[in-house]
């Protein structure tokens, strides 16, 4: 089973963070390289915006942690408060996907492709129709996107991991019928939902990979 995973983190204030934060992540290369050829995951990735980081990463194992796969890069992070206690990596709730994951093989990719990170901030009061939406459109399942493409929530923060060039596909591929959700939520104004002086005019904002690294790569 492969389950798509996403997190936000915080960097710690300090004068070389950038430094130290490429140090960690070569130190923690061959632990996410190993765990790839060890069947553990498949596609891992983390992208920056100012302090804050965003890890994607397909799992094949239930367990599998953010700071299994990154312990050097873990000791960078600030603990947030969770009901379980304390963490470096928040986790973010995946709500918007085109394609479900059946197995390996079906999953991985033919060709090596440019992976791709970006955010956008919604207005808080906008937060629960933004999210009833693509939670509709989900549901429904005939809306055609790119097949690895998700965005998760954490606040009122959207990360969005895709893929280019893009797969394109829908949950229920058997079926030609069109989405009649995404007419609902085009007349919602989609354009309201997002501030733009903090996501840009494009909505979402494609943010720096800091690192990357698939089972195509090895």
Not at 48 to 61: A, N
Not at 149 to 174: D, G
Request: charged share 30%.
């Amino acid at each position: 089973m492969i389950t798509r995973r996403h997190y936000r983190a915080c960097l710690k204030p300090r004068t070389d963070q950038k430094t130290m934060l490429q140090a960690a992540l070569e130190l923690d290369k061959s632990t996410v390289s190993e765990a790839i050829k060890g069947g553990k995951c498949l596609t891992v990735a983390i992208y920056q915006h100012k302090d804050m980081l965003f890890l994607y990463y397909e799992s094949l194992m239930e367990d599998l942690k953010p700071e299994a796969l990154f312990k050097e890069t873990s000791k960078e992070l600030e603990l947030w408060p969770e009901k379980d206690g304390k963490t470096p990596w928040a986790y973010m709730y995946n709500i918007y996907y085109h394609s479900i994951p059946e197995s390996v093989d079906q999953w991985e990719r033919n060709s090596k492709k440019k992976r791709r990170g970006r955010i956008a901030y919604l207005y808080p009061e906008k937060l629960f129709s933004y999210t009833y939406y693509h939670k509709a459109i989900v549901d429904e399942g005939l809306l055609d996107g790119d097949k690895y493409q998700s965005i998760a929530l954490h606040e009122n923060i959207l990360f969005s991991y895709f893929e280019e060039p893009k797969s394109m596909t829908h949950i229920k591929k058997e079926s030609k019928e069109a989405s009649k959700v995404i007419d609902e939520w085009i007349a919602k104004d989609p354009e309201s939902h997002f501030d733009h002086t903090l996501s840009g005019e494009d909505n979402f904002l494609l943010i720096e990979e800091v690192f990357s690294m698939g089972k195509e790569d090895l």
